[in-house]
């Protein structure tokens, strides 16, 4: 069974500092990889997608994401965080079963 | 606004009761994602229609089930509650294997 996970539960950082997030897999075909953003009180919505093609990707409000398949990662990452960047986010993949598993997710929080 | 309607948003019920939750996909989306999320337990992929057939499933009780009816919306019945199915409950709907949407969800609380 695949598992995702993400190495941080909680992150704090200052307003325009950068965030890199964390997040392996371990399945080891193809892979559909994606990270959702979860606001205060809200559903979660996508903040981009890798299905192939160039490993780089971005996506809304800034956010990059690179996978690295030798590494079974996809890190999302974004250069200068707001305070509004401040939300639960979360990693999942979908294998060839069709799941889509999630990672357990972490807090981010930026400190105006 | 995703466009996948879930009702009721909230909903609080006691220990042993039966509840339903409904769900609307996307128009034009054949697959249905139920997924519950708690404190503890993070975001746990329940179960997975598509088109009226079950796909695949997850980390389901046999106290829940599920269904997706002709017109695509789905059913999650939950039996014989437990203090710790208190969570939020969420739908999600997507187009074959691309992105999932979610609804806002359903915050069941069992008393």
């Known amino acids: 069974a695949q598992s995702v996970s993400q190495h941080n539960h909680h992150v704090i950082l200052s307003e325009a500092a950068s965030l890199e997030l964390g997040c392996n897999y371990s399945?080891?075909?193809?892979?559909?990889l994606f990270w959702y953003v979860q606001y205060p009180g809200q559903h979660l919505q996508l903040l981009l997608k890798y299905f192939s093609g160039d490993p780089l990707v971005k996506g809304i409000k800034g956010f990059e994401a690179e996978f690295i398949k030798s590494k079974f990662s996809f890190n999302l990452r974004k250069p200068s965080v707001q305070w509004s960047d401040t939300a639960e986010y979360f990693c999942a993949v979908r294998s060839n079963d069709y799941k889509l598993s999630f990672g357990a997710g972490t807090t981010v929080t930026v400190r105006a | 606004d995703s466009g996948v309607t879930q009702t009721p948003k909230h909903l609080i019920t006691a220990t042993g009761q039966r509840v339903t939750l409904r769900c609307s996909p996307r128009s034009g989306d054949l697959s249905v994602y139920w997924y519950q999320q708690s404190l503890d337990q993070g975001l746990q992929f329940l179960i997975q229609y598509y088109n009226g057939e079950e796909r695949a499933k997850g980390n389901i009780l046999e106290r829940f089930s599920a269904q997706q009816f002709p017109d695509l919306h789905s059913e999650l019945n939950l039996s014989s509650l437990e203090l710790g199915d208190s969570a939020l409950y969420f739908c999600?709907?997507?187009?074959?294997?691309?992105?999932?949407?979610f609804g806002e969800g359903s915050r069941l609380t069992v008393l």
């Open positions: 999600a709907s997507s187009q074959g294997v691309g992105e999932l949407f």
């Open positions: 399945y080891g075909g193809t892979v559909n």
